[in-house]
């Protein structure tokens, strides 16, 4: 192919106060809702916020707030039951990626045959239109509010199934960075790290394009500059803008460009020894990097000359090993452990690392890697990353 397709929503409503607008947007997409969340949203009051916006529409609706972990099929189903029952005919997710993920399936489901694992690795294609959906992220984070991708682990094969069609597109991202504020900093540091893979991943994915080339280098500077200090003050405004922005572009980016190694490998930790997304993300990206930077020299210094003016004078390499110590000192920063550190006991581990490195191969991110890795090669990197240490001399300016 000699030309670009990139996939966006059709509408992105982006900024502070915007999650007051749901109420008009519902209303203009359809009769009834499905509000989707969880029990963490219902507790710091994000549904009941919802609602009153949608109330003051008079639009009707119905909720399903069982999302109590990364989502399952388990999930999708008993929220498409409600759905049904409810005769709803939009949805609305408010929450992480988790609800997100969820209600895209639902989405789909809704006017698709058969059970979500048929679609898994587009063993399947979504033939018809699915509800409208409007996503309401309340991490900074997945990206998935702007993905055509949903997450949903498997629970009879245990594999987390990556499942990418253009009918996964919300109709509608609503970012308003405030939600995002009450978000403690284990979930800030472990989604802000997810969203720093997303980016990296796309700007070094043989699927890379110029625009999704862009958007991850801006994605890039956004969370390099911002996941610290979300961190460190969770209440401070302007950091969680940065924050929700990057997460945005950098969703954008990958949705288009497609992630590689590290979420390959990630999937299998998280379905295996359910370990949150971001942080088997995090466990992995330095020594993924490593691996792969011989491979990518020239686009991880081009990172490296973008976000670390300091290396504008080294050479290539030199570069390369100054962004993957500052990513190793972010890691730190931010307390990532390692698998071992985790408490994942190695005596299981020993036992599924073979099945963890042929479920990540199976699933295509890996061959997006600038070095793509055979079977032995994830199982020495999935040890490596067991004991990994994060440690740098790097001195980093809060
Ligand atoms: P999450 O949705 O699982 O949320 C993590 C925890 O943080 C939950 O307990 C949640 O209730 C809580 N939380 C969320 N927002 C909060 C807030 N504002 N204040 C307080 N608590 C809050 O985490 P996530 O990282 O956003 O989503 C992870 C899921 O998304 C995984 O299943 C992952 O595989 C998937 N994912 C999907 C895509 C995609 O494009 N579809 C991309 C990356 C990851």
Known sequence: MTFHQLFIPN????????????????????????IISDPIMEKIGNVSICEKHLQNHDVPYAKYTGIDSEP???????????????????????????CIDTAKAVAVMMTNEGHIRD???????????????????????????????????????????MISQPQ??????????????SCPPNVTAATGVDALCHAI????????????????????????GNLRNAYANGEDVEVREGMALGSMLAGMAFSNASVT????????????????????????????????????????????????????????HEAVEELINEIKQLCNDLHIPNLKTWGIDKEKFDLVVSKMATDALA??????????????????????CYEYDFSTNRKVAK
């Open 11 to 34: 509408e992105i409503l982006y900024g502070k106060d915007s999650f007051a607008e749901i109420g008009k947007q519902a209303k203009a997409l359809g009769k009834k809702v499905l």
């Open 72 to 98: 399952t099929d388990i999930h999708v189903e008993d929220a498409l039951s409600v759905c049904r029952e409810e005769k709803c005919d939009v949805i609305v997710a408010v929450g992480g990626g988790s």
């Open 119 to 161: 679609y898994s690795g587009g063993k399947k294609k979504f033939n018809e239109k699915p509800l409208p959906l409007i996503a309401v992220p309340t991490t900074a984070g997945t990206g998935s509010e702007v993905t055509k991708v949903t997450v949903i682990i498997d629970t009879k094969n245990d594999v987390k199934m």
């Open 168 to 181: 996964l597109l919300p109709a509608i991202a609503i970012v308003d960075p405030a939600l995002t504020i």
């Open 201 to 224: 991943e796309a700007f070094i994915s043989r699927r890379a394009q110029p625009v999704t080339d862009t958007l991850a280098l801006k994605a890039i500077e956004l969370i390099v």
């Open 261 to 316: 190694l590290v979420h390959g490998m990630s999937r299998p930790i998280g379905a295996m020894f359910h370990v949150p997304h971001g942080i088997s993300n995090a466990m992995l990206l330095p020594a993924v990097l490593e691996f792969s930077k011989e491979e990518a020299i020239d686009r991880l210094s081009t990172v490296a000359r973008h976000v670390l003016p300091e290396t504008k004078e080294l050479s290539e």
């Open 363 to 384: 699933s295509g991110s890996p061959g997006n890697n600038p070095k793509v890795p055979a079977h032995e090669e994830i199982i020495d990197l999935y040890y490596n």
